[in-house]
């Protein structure tokens, strides 16, 4: 299938690991050009590197968008870009009496209001260009209410809320606003929280393929099963796609399970 995004602009926060630099290589593999922000520069190198053989151009901006001033500063940097995919951010894991106020603020200052402080940025530079697309990557978080996870839970909830808000009426504006939730991926960081969970729960953190085995699939999402629906998502091919949030975690939302 033919995305139709060859010569597309897309700006992807939190590129240089995970789940954002996935987004990075297959956008760049449909053709799409690319502005690349995140606070590790040697993590964006490396990407930038692996889709050289891509034929498209890669701009890459280490910065921390928690700064003052700093997503003034990118946007400005950044030509507009057709699509802007939202994916910087980790919020900590813990129970209400573990995860501290200036932890809980400190995750929200780049997921929460990094996300929304984009949106409020570069929405009306698309409107004023006729159109875009923006791409709200969130968490399935937002709907398994784990204590374990609380500042996560409700940080994802918020930004799925905020992304049906925005995205409600934006078409009106020719701009699709849309969010994925992905559930557990195959991370470095999925991992680190099993280990987490398994020492919660066993008081044994080696025992955390224990807890993996409960997946479906007994494993989490690739990478690339949540990148290529986000770039589905940004093609014209969903063109008629907003206000709406795509959960990807093989059905563990709707099992109300948190593992």
Known sequence: MDLQLTGKWALVTGASQG????????LAEEGVNLYLTARNAEGLQRVKAEIASCAVEAHIYPLDITAPGACEQLV???TMPDILVNNAGVIPSGTLNEVTEPKWREGWELKVFGYINLCRLIYPRMKA???????????????VYDPHYIA?????ASLMAFTRALGGHSLDDNIRVVGVNPGPVATDRIY?????????LYS?????????????????????EVADLIAFLASP???????AVFTVDGGIASRRSII
């Open 237 to 243: 091919r969903s063109g008629y796609t907003s206000g």
């Open 152 to 156: 996560g839970t409700t940080g994802n």
């Open 192 to 200: 680190a929280m099993l280990r987490k969970r398994a020492k919660l």
């Open 204 to 224: 044994d953190e080696t025992r955390y393929r224990e807890l993996e085995a409960r997946y479906p699939l007994q494993r989490p999402a690739h990478v690339r």
């Open 76 to 78: 400005e940097r950044c």
């Open 129 to 143: 260009r006729g159109g875009g697309v923006i791409i709200n990557n969130i968490g399935n978080g937002g709907e």
């Open 19 to 26: 789940i954002g630099a996935g987004i990075a290589k297959t």
